[in-house]
């Protein structure tokens, strides 16, 4: 009590930051609000998150506003950014520090300190103890524990005094500092978190076919300089036969620097395109509005005597089938065709989801036929009179969307994870283990005494020794 009342302001901080408790709290809380950072959108349109919450609370629409209101002020829509979640990681972090500086010097103790012999009293004692009797010369039975002990993976020492030798050996003494290099782990990944947090960014860009952009948006629209321009020049989206459930999507981009060409690539979920540590990840995807009297379609001509054209044309033009004199005129477009059960054409959805164009065929001023060319049937592109336009693309009408990240703290993440796995594997799987083995001498046998002792994994330890004393016993028997 003396003692305590002793202690000064920092020594009351420094035993609370050293204290195992504050790290389970501090640790506790962040979980806790992890949780909801996870289940709320983070830097989302507050249309979505209040969706989630009328979900996931069962309360009605204005109760989840007014609920998104009070986590929105506490900053939990973008909670990583936040400063009482980064106060938190720094508290977290000097607990471990601190908790590390209060112990490690024991710690070390212990890992410098060298096995020593013991007396055959303290050997008798031990946790983990085997007792055998061989026969044969002092020599003889000397070499056959130094090469078993060898054999179960120890460098043994020698002792001897009067009619007493003793064998001893230790292994892993360093694995006591597993936990530690665990704790070094957590702090690297803090670091590069913290990096990651002030350096980088995360935020997203709705990008039109066509079209180019210096920046990205991240929350309530704050622009992000890009520092290049990236342009969308193409998007598709690939549908399960006789579905409407998307995939696969793909988006075609090209990077531009100082105004020339430097990257191009497709990128698709979970292949993204990385330039100057800016990583575009594919997202989502949508039309364009009040882009459909603009968009470009794709066709390509086939006559039936096997000649081919590729042309690009708009809603309301014509076009020529290749070496013939049929003409073909754009009349109506659907993003989402459909036909009732009265036989009526409609559209079911304003997305490019079973896109069909209707065209009127004519020769030489004469109408001839006319019908609907969907996108995602090619047997709707075949002509009655054996022609055939295959409908590849409806161009400039969808936009990609792309998730936009930046986090120059990455490769710091990474390399304390592979720490933290080092260290974990030391600490759960690796004990620092040690071995005594005296030999007296009986009259004509020689009495075997084995002590050992392993901090953890003690069970495996002692089928180690089980595997010593069975080489001992083998040789015992060869000898013989």
Not at 255 to 261: P, Y
Not at 312 to 330: A, C, H, M, Q
Request: hydrophobic share 40%.
């Amino acid at each position: 009590m003396e003692k305590e009342k002793n202690k000064t302001i920092i020594d009351k901080v420094w035993d609370l930051f050293a204290s195992v408790r504050l790290a389970v709290v501090i640790f506790s809380i962040i979980s806790l609000t992890s949780m909801i950072g996870t289940v709320l959108e983070q830097n989302a349109e507050p249309e979505k998150n209040i969706d989630i919450l009328v979900k996931l609370l069962g309360v009605g629409h204005e109760a989840a506003h007014s609920i998104y209101g009070v986590l929105d002020s506490l900053g939990f829509l973008n909670m990583y950014h936040s400063w009482w979640f980064v106060t938190l990681l720094f508290l977290f972090a000097s607990n471990l520090i601190i908790c590390s500086i209060d112990r490690l010097p024991r710690v070390l103790k212990l890992v410098k300190e060298p096995v020593r012999p013991l007396s055959a009293e303290h050997l008798e004692k031990m946790s983990i103890k085997k007792t055998l009797t061989l026969k044969g010369k002092t020599s003889d039975i000397k070499e056959a524990v130094s090469s078993a002990l060898k054999e179960i993976g120890f460098k043994p020492l020698e002792s001897s005094d009067n009619n007493r030798i003793q064998f001893y050996a230790e292994k892993g003494n360093f694995t006591r500092l597993g936990v530690y290099i665990t704790h070094l782990s957590v702090l690297i990944i803090f670091i590069g978190a913290i990096i990651g947090i002030f350096f980088g960014f995360s935020a997203f860009l709705n990008l039109p076919e066509g079209s180019a952009s210096p920046v990205a948006y991240k929350d309530r629209g704050v622009e992000v300089p890009l520092g290049f321009e990236i342009r969308c020049d193409n998007f598709d989206v690939d549908y399960y036969p006789n579905s409407d459930m998307p995939r696969a999507y793909q988006s075609w981009l090209t990077v531009f620097k100082n105004g020339k060409e430097v990257m191009k690539k497709s990128i698709v979920v979970n292949d993204p395109l990385t330039y100057e540590g800016i990583t575009f990840y594919q997202s989502s995807f949508g039309t364009v509005p009040d882009s459909m009297n603009n968009g470009i379609f794709v066709f390509r001509l086939v006559s039936k005597d096997g000649k081919t054209a590729e042309i690009n044309s708009k809603l309301g033009e014509k076009f020529t089938i290749p070496g013939t004199s049929v003409e073909g005129r754009i009349s109506n477009f659907s993003p989402a065709f459909s036909i009732d059960q009265s036989g009526r054409a409609f559209t079911y959805d304003e997305q490019m989801i079973n896109p069909a164009v209707y065209i009127e065929f004519s020769e030489s001023g004469t109408t001839k036929f006319s019908g609907w060319l969907l996108k995602r049937y090619p047997n709707t592109w075949n002509l009655p009179d054996g022609n055939k336009v295959e409908f590849l693309d409806f161009w400039g009408v969808q936009y990609t969307g792309l998730q936009v990240r930046k986090d120059p703290g990455v490769l710091i993440v990474y390399l304390g994870c592979i720490i933290m796995a080092a260290g974990l594997y030391i600490t759960f799987f690796m004990s620092h283990k040690r071995i005594w083995v005296n030999i007296s001498d009986e009259k004509k046998n020689m009495a075997i005494l084995i002590g050992a002792s392993a901090n953890k994994n003690r069970v495996a330890f002692e089928r180690k020794i089980e595997k010593f004393v069975g080489i001992l016993n083998a040789g015992q028997k060869g000898g013989k």
